[in-house]
């Protein structure tokens, strides 16, 4: 017995079968059309992780950039104030 009750032969004659029916250049076809999906869906999940951890560094960059320019404000406040007592 092989996979799950299927025998050897019984997947050889399976494959032969499909040979006749299809043929060998639509098989080939299909298997560059099946691999060159697999190879999208790949890229196009890198690309979203790429992007998710570009948007991280975006907002860590923009709270950073908000956090510097407070202090700017607060500061030029503080000069406002001793200029306006001078």
């Known amino acids: 017995m092989g996979l799950g009750g299927i025998s050897i032969w019984q997947l050889l004659i399976v494959l032969v079968i499909v040979l006749l029916l299809f043929g060998t250049k639509k098989l080939r076809n299909l298997g560059t059309d099946l691999g060159g999906a697999v190879k999208g869906f790949r890229s196009t999940m890198k690309d979203g992780a790429n992007a998710e951890e570009s948007k991280e560094t975006e907002t860590e960059a923009e709270a950073e950039?908000?956090?510097?320019?407070?202090?700017?404000s607060a500061e030029d406040a503080d000069s406002d104030k001793e200029n306006a007592k001078v």
Do not use: G, R
Not at 66 to 71: D, G, P, R, V, W
């Open 65 to 72: 950039t908000s956090q510097e320019s407070l202090a700017e």
